[in-house]
C-alpha cells in the first residue's frame, strides 16, 4: 500500500467523532471490545462498534490481539507519528522559526 493510500485511510479513519473517542479511550489503557461496546452503550450497538473498530484496524491505528475468548485493543501510535512527520513537523518548525525572528526583531527595536 503507498504511502498516500495509508494516510487516506487514517484521515477516513479520523473523521468520525466515534472513531476518535474510541482512540480516546485506547489512549489511556488497551480495552476488550466488549469494555469499547460498554462506552457507547444507548447510543451504538455492538454491531456498529466492531465496524468503528475495523475501520481503526485498516487504517493501522488499532491493533487486536486475542487472549482466549478477548478481544483486546491497543492503540498504534505509528500511523500518528507518520503524519506529524509529513504534515504537521514542518509547518510547525516553520512557526517556530516565524516567532525566533519576530522575537529578534521586536528586542532589537
Not at 494516510?7 to 468520525?16: H, P, R, T
Not at 473498530?53 to 490481539?65: C, D, F, S, T
Request: charged residues 30%.
Amino acid at each position: 500500500m503507498s504511502t498516500a493510500d495509508s494516510d487516506d485511510l487514517v484521515f477516513k479513519a479520523l473523521a468520525d467523532s466515534r472513531r476518535r473517542r474510541i482512540l480516546d479511550l485506547l489512549k489511556a489503557q488497551p480495552r476488550t471490545t466488549g469494555e469499547l461496546c460498554e462506552a457507547f452503550e444507548g447510543a451504538l450497538d455492538r454491531c456498529t462498534v466492531m465496524q468503528h473498530i475495523g475501520v481503526l484496524e485498516r487504517a493501522g491505528l488499532v491493533i487486536a490481539r486475542r487472549e482466549g475468548r478477548t478481544r483486546w485493543n491497543y492503540l498504534n501510535a505509528a500511523p500518528f507519528k507518520d503524519i506529524y512527520d509529513r504534515w504537521i513537523s514542518p509547518y510547525a518548525h516553520e512557526a517556530v522559526e516565524l516567532l525566533g525572528r519576530l522575537k529578534r526583531d521586536l528586542e532589537g527595536a
